[in-house]
Structures are given as C-alpha cells and as structure tokens.
C-alpha cells in the first residue's frame, strides 16, 4: 500500500519560476496515491499553465476567492475542510510572508487561514532572498507555528547565482509529506462500520427512532480511511455529509441494517458497531395513516435482532467493536454489554450529558476491553476517533 493511499492533497502553487515543476510534483503525490487537487496564485499563474496542473491532477484548478462557481460548491472552506493535508510548493517569498501576518487576500492564503490540516511549504527562491534576515525570521516564525519546512536545495539557479534555495525536489516533496502518514496502521486491512439511528415505521408517517446524527461514526469512517483501511459504511438516518471515500449502503430501520450488515460482512477484519439501533419496532406497520379516531392508543413493540451480537457469533468474526450508550452505572452497563454480546471491545459514551455522546462535537469515552479499560479524555469526535482506531490497530492488528 502506498504511503499516500486515500489521501487528499491540497497542493499551493505560488509565484516562483519553480512553479515549472508544479505538475510533476502532483505526479509524485499520485504516484503514492494521494487524490490531488491545485489551488494557484495570480504569480503562480505567470511560471505554469493551469491547463497542465488541470490535466494532470485531473481535477479544475483552483485560483479565484471570489468565484461564484467556486463559492457555490467548493469554495475556500470547503477546500479548507476537504484537505488532510496543504503543501504550498514552491512557497515564493511572498507567499511566506503571506502566511506569517495571517493575510487573507487571495484563495491560497485564505485556505491556509481556514484549514485545520497539516501545512507544508517548499521554499523556492534567488539565494539572497533566501539568505535574508527576514526570510529566516519569517521561516522561524512558521515553524513555531507547526508549518513544516521542506528545505530548498544547494545548486545553480534559473537567475544564474549558485547557492541555497532552489526547490526540493518533485520526488522528495512527495515522500516527506508521505512520511507524516506513516502509521497506516490499517494499511491493507477492510472495515465495516454502522453509523446513525434506525427508523422503525409506525404507519407511512410516524417512526420511532432517535437523536443519533451520525458525527462519531462518521470521524471513525475517516480515521480508518487515513489509517489506510478499506472502509464500507452501513448508514442509516444521519445529519451530516457521508465520508465519500468509503463504499456506503445506505439502509433505514433496524431489519434492513441486520441485512446489509449480514450480506458484507464476510472477509471484513473489523466490524464496529457505532450506529443507535433500535432495540424494538413496532409489531405491525398500519398501511394507512392512524386516524386520531382510532382505536388504537398504543403501540405493541416486537425485539429486533441484535446485529453486534449476531456477527459476534460468526464462526469467522471479524474484531467487533461495539459501543455502549449509557446514562448510568456506566462502567458496570458497558462491561456487562461487551460480555453478553462477547465483543472485542467496547466504547462507553455518557449520553446523558448533551456536551458529549449524542448530537454533539464532543466525545469522552471509554476504551473497555476484557483486560483494559482506558478513559480517552474529552475531545472533538475525530481526535477521539482516531485514538480509538489506534488502539484497536495496537491491541488487535
Ligand atoms: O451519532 P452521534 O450523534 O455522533 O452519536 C454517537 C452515538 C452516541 C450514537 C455513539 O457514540 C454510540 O454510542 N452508539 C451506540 C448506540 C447504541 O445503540 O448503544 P446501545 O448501548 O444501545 O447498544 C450497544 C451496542 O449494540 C452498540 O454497538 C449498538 O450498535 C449495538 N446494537 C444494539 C441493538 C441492536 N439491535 N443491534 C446492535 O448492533
């Protein structure tokens, strides 16, 4: 597996007449596997056609912040948002001093502003430029700002001098941003995840379901996409965007996820059970709408089949991870669930608290299996994810 499988890289071509060697940097990230998409300068503009970067990455280039098009479906924050990670190569002297006041008066310094991934930048420019105070002063500043610094090369430049600050090369800006990704710790591995609630139908109106949104199971889908996994998605009633890169089946009551789960599970060698399932449905679905003259005044429920449990049960079971939603004697609750369904493991959230579980951003869980039990302090639900899927690659893989 390549170091850069699934991937995405936002690659920042600025002013520099290294920009020449833009296209055959998008080349490389792809050759490790990364999804590339370009976002240039108006000085970017003057050393390289837009056409190249266009044909090679396969995707439109991006250089306008006020792009209605653009605005509409992937502007800055989506871009932003979409990046694991930005490499500004070649980074002009401009540009870096762009970064340092935190100017945001053109698409590229306005991304950087607005993305929460990695930013790497490949400085490229005369060797006086780049000896100057402010430049090192400039370069410093970044770096305390965890902007990681792809050093220029020694050697002859386009303007005749000889000296530092030539582009690193195309190969190596590639591997270096390969190496930040280096855990793919579920490199080569497949994994099931079900996501969000269940719905369970009264008559063609009224359900039963719950608040589940989605969010946790959806950081879990991205953070087995980064480590490398291949990654499907069962995926039932949510409030947020599907992760893209994994295969989804998208399903709506309980049966039907027993189903999708049942059919795709073979081969898998993770199974994590994030989604709210409901526990019971209705025992008959009226056809017709109930009148409020009815005669009917309650519901009579029928139990759903445990899905979790039954692929626990499978003679070749994938690791199973499930999850404990409790609102009570949370430990004792979650150790109980992780034994009756027998389990690998099982992730506690407290759901009585809105700041975490449910709906929210928020997460603080439990990691709970037969030998350990490790509290995972509060965090975004991808920060928690990712710690999750450490773990299980730890103490599983
Ligand atoms: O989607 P969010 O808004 O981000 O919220 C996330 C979450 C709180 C829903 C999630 O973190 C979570 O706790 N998911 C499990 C919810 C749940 O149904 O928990 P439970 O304790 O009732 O079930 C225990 C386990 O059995 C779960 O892994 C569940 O998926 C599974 N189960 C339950 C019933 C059933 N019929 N089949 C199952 O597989």
Known sequence: ????????????????????????????????????????????????????????????????????DAELSMGHIELAKWADIVIIAPASANTIAKLCHGKADDLLSTVILA????????????????????????????????????????????CGDVGEGRLAEPI????????????????????????????????????????????????????????????????????????RRAETIFVTSASEMYDAVMNNITSQDLFISCAAVADYRPSKV?????????????????????ILASVCKLKDKPICIGFAAETENLISNAKHK?????????????????????KSDENEVHFISEKNSEKIDKNSKQIIAEIIINKIAKYFF
């Not at 090679?56 to 792009?67: A, E």
């Not at 090192?136 to 090369?153: F, M, Y």
């Not at 027998?342 to 809105?354: H, M, V």
Request: some cysteine.
């Open 1 to 68: 597996m390549n170091t850069l499988t699934n991937k995405r890289v936002l690659l920042g071509v600025s002013g520099s007449i290294a920009a020449y060697k833009s296209p055959d940097i998008v080349r490389r990230l792809q050759d490790l596997g990364a999804e590339v998409r370009v976002v240039i300068t108006s000085g970017g503009r003057e050393f390289v056609s837009e056409r190249s970067l266009q044909t090679i990455s396969k995707n439109k280039v991006h250089d306008n912040l006020w792009d209605k």
């Open 115 to 158: 993305t929460s991934a990695t930013v790497m930048i490949a400085p490229s420019m005369n060797q006086q430029m780049y000896a100057s105070l402010a430049m090192k002063e400039n370069l410093q500043l970044l770096k305390s700002r965890n902007v990681i610094i792809i050093e220029p090369g020694f050697g002859e430049q386009a």
């Open 172 to 243: 190596d800006i590639a591997q270096q941003a390969a190496e930040l990704f280096l855990s793919n710790s579920l490199s080569g591995k497949k994994v099931l995840i079900t996501i969000g609630g269940t719905i369970e139908a009264i008559d063609p109106v009224r359900f039963i379901s719950n608040h589940s949104s989605g969010k946790m199971g959806m950081s879990l889908a991205h953070a087995c996409i980064q480590a490398g996994a291949k990654t499907t998605l069962v995926v039932g009633s949510i409030s947020i965007e599907v992760e």
């Open 286 to 306: 009226s056809l017709n709408k109930i009148k409020k003259t009815s005669s009917i005044k309650s519901i009579q429920l029928i139990e759903n089949k445990d």
């Open 338 to 358: 992780l034994k009756n369904k027998k389990c690998d493991a099982i992730i506690l959230n407290d759901i009585s608290n809105s700041e975490i579980g449910l």
